[in-house]
């Protein structure tokens, strides 16, 4: 319902004035020709004088962002999708519609036709010959010299946010260009993009926990997807050697300034190949981003500078550790490690495995601490059930993380595709589950099944790509790269 207030009213006014006189203030199609942005650039170089002698004729869209009323004429400035076009709107041109001024309103979408020229003070302008009103907005906009400053209000009203914050739009124009790049570097590589199931009978491919619908025809219970990595590793079986997907996943955990719990990720997978080859294929695809994106590979991140030109260090998991005090012991015997870290101020969770003490032990220690690219490599198998054992030390897997400005980027691995071992290890995870992980993975016996019929060696990556845009535009928060971020109700 509409909250009546003094503006409102005073626009609700306005349109009934309009209605009466014949006007329909929500008008239907408007074929503009021209935009604000090439008008600018086509003619930004052409004299007033070569403007009189050859009138070059516009059709311009868009939204009133200013006006200035002078009685028998006005300037209005009307903002379209690339930017800001004034317009002169005078009575003796426009005769009748000239009455249209009258009740017009900031916010209000308009659609100008007309000739251009330069005004006194030299700006490009557009004379208008007809004026449509194509919607009266009955809410005013923030006031220009307050604008929209509260960051809820702002994540909330994107829509509001957009048109008073323009350089907003400017992050998400760079997130349509780094996707873009992405896309276009895996298919010079011979990728191929597929598309995979939201909805899932069995939540696989990562520890998270899921969100979780019911479908009434089926009468089962389905879960949104958390990963499309399973489906993605099936289509290995089926032949595809080299597939990739960008599309949404959806984790039901805890919401903050690096977590939303819908969000878009870059999954690929590649038959015959290896961890290894994936850490240089990283590098060589996030630098061309970083490029393409920001014009350089020296990118700024708050009051870092993130340098993405090859090579970046690879450095074990348990060789990082050292590097930061934790003692060898604390490697070897899980009790030793549960001391070890609750007396470093480490919170727990009730029984935690060895691996995953060691996890939250990195995650405090040597997290904060990776600010340029680095990839650390060969975790202990229980945190990456999913992936390929190392020939010389079984106890790891081929596997790493990258990081960046202390976060995962990315996780890959050389993919597990013994049948026996990887049923063993859900097994393994299901216990994991029945003594109170609600992260841990379930059996998924048809993956199973698709291993049997073989899967050729292979290596697969995850990128998040809104973590990988706050990056590339110096964003702070993921809040700030999504359009619409998942926030507590008003």
């Avoid at 003094?6 to 014949?22: A, D, N, T, Y």
């Avoid at 869209?61 to 009307?78: E, L, N, S, T």
């Avoid at 997907?245 to 805890?254: A, Y």
Wanted: hydrophobic letters at 40%; glycine letters at 6%.
């Amino acid at each position: 319902m509409l909250e009546i207030n003094e503006h409102i009213e005073q626009r609700l006014k306005k349109l009934g004035e309009l209605r009466e006189s014949g006007i329909e203030p929500f008008g239907g199609p408007f074929e503009a020709t021209d935009h604000a942005a090439d008008i600018h650039k086509r003619h930004s170089d052409t004299s007033k004088d070569s403007l009189d002698s050859d009138p070059v004729h516009c059709i311009i869209a868009g939204r009133i962002v200013a006006m200035r009323d002078f009685g028998k004429a006005a300037f209005a400035h009307i903002q379209d999708t690339t930017g800001r076009m004034q317009s002169y709107l005078r009575k003796d041109m426009l005769g009748e519609r000239f009455s249209i001024v009258r009740k017009l309103d900031i916010g209000d979408i308009v659609g100008v036709s007309g000739r251009l020229f330069r005004t006194k003070t030299d700006e490009l302008t557009v004379e208008a010959e007809s004026l449509e009103l194509l919607t009266k907005s009955l809410r005013p906009l923030p006031e220009k010299w307050h604008g929209l400053k509260d960051i809820e209000t702002r994540y909330r009203q994107r829509y509001v946010d957009l048109i008073v914050n323009p350089e907003v739009r400017v992050t998400f124009e760079k997130r349509r260009l780094i996707i873009k790049t992405m896309r276009h570097f895996l298919e010079e590589k011979g990728f191929i993009e597929v598309e995979t199931p939201m909805l899932h009978p069995i939540p696989g491919g990562a520890a998270a926990r899921p969100f979780k619908t019911h479908h009434t025809a089926l009468g089962i219970d389905l879960f949104l997807r958390i990963a499309p990595e399973l489906y993605l590793k099936r289509l290995l079986v089926g032949g595809y050697e080299r597939v990739y997907e960008i599309n949404k996943n959806f984790r039901n955990e805890g919401i903050s300034t690096k977590h939303n719990p819908e969000f878009s990720m870059l999954e690929f997978y590649i038959a015959y190949r290896d961890y290894n080859f994936l850490m240089s294929f990283t590098e060589e695809m996030l630098a061309a981003v970083a490029l393409k994106a920001t014009g350089s590979l020296r990118v700024p991140y708050g009051d870092a500078v993130i340098d993405f030109t090859p090579p970046w260090p690879r450095v074990p998991i348990l060789s990082a550790l050292s590097e930061r005090g934790v003692p060898e012991e604390v490697f070897k015997d899980s009790a030793k490690a549960r001391q070890w870290a609750v007396n470093e101020g480490l919170d727990l969770q009730p029984g935690a495995s060895h691996a995953k003490v060691l996890d939250e032990i990195f995650k405090e220690l040597v997290e904060p601490e990776l600010i340029q690219p680095t990839f650390i490599t060969d975790y202990p198998v229980e945190l990456s059930p999913l992936a390929r054992r190392k020939s010389d030390n079984p106890e790891l897997v081929e596997r790493f993380e990258l990081f960046i400005a202390s976060r995962e980027i990315a996780n890959a691995f050389s993919e597990l595709n013994d049948p026996l071992d990887q049923r063993e290890r859900f097994l393994r995870q299901v216990e994991d589950r029945e003594r109170g992980d609600d992260e841990a993975q379930l059996m998924d016996e048809d993956f199973v099944r698709a291993l049997e019929y073989g899967m050729p060696p292979a290596a697969g990556e995850g990128i998040g790509i809104d973590r990988l845009v706050m990056l590339l535009t110096n964003s702070q928060s993921i809040r700030d790269v999504i359009l619409f971020p998942q926030l507590k109700p008003e």
